[in-house]
């Protein structure tokens, strides 16, 4: 057909492989529930933006240059960062991605974080610790959809790329990327145990 392609979304899934990765995600699954227990200005932070759950958001939020588990799971994430940044023809002129931000989201039954962005980043993403059975995945919207006016829906079976929402199912020892200006949530968590995540922003600037 004399159709073409443009102006892709592109999100990139990937297992984190590494001898060490199950001891790994033990020992993150441990400081995070710590941090959760220690933050107090971060429970007050969740009690009214994130009901039901924990998330250090909003009060210790560079957790790579605190803890030296954070920081080797960043030194696994950034290459596939980096190579995320050359499928997307970015043109990083001698300046190399740098993750700027990352935090731990704990999300207990029937918690949901609504739609939002990632304002001032180039590369945003979510490593998944503990995702047990019912665990929401994370839900991407289509860029575009403010712009179709008068647009008919898309049927029902369409291929994902013609979507205009796709979700990616959460799965322990999976990374999730994406541009940071793409939209996202994560629905209400159906899962009985909690549902626990490491995200992070990287910046250019």
């Known amino acids: 057909m004399p159709v073409e392609s443009l102006f892709a979304t592109d999100v990139y899934r990937a297992r ?4 060490g990765i199950a001891a790994l995600n033990a020992e993150l699954l441990r400081e995070s529930r ?5 933050d107090a200005a971060g429970r007050r932070w969740s009690k009214a933006r994130y009901p039901g759950g924990y998330t250090s958001y909003g009060s210790v939020n560079r957790l790579h240059r605190l803890s030296p588990t954070f920081a080797r799971l960043r030194d696994l994430i950034t290459p596939h960062v980096t190579a995320f940044g050359r499928a997307l023809c970015l043109d990083l002129a001698g300046r190399p991605l740098e993750m700027t931000d990352c935090w731990v989201n704990i999300m207990s039954r029937g918690v949901a974080h609504g739609w939002h962005l990632h304002p001032l ?3 945003s ?3 998944y610790v503990q995702t047990p059975p019912g665990s929401a995945g994370i839900k991407f919207e289509d860029p575009r959809l403010d712009r179709m006016m008068a647009a008919p829906p898309r049927r029902a079976r ?3 790329a013609a979507r205009v929402w796709v979700s990616v199912p959460a799965r322990a020892g999976t990374l999730v990327l994406f ?3 793409l939209r996202h949530e994560v629905p209400p968590n159906s899962a009985r145990a909690e549902r626990v995540s490491v995200s992070f922003n990287y910046g250019w600037f």
């Open 179 to 181: 541009e940071s200006w």
């Open 16 to 19: 984190v492989r590494h001898r």
């Open 34 to 38: 710590q941090l959760r227990v220690d």
């Open 125 to 127: 993403g979510t490593y």
């Open 158 to 160: 369409a291929p994902r």
């Open 121 to 123: 980043s180039t590369i």
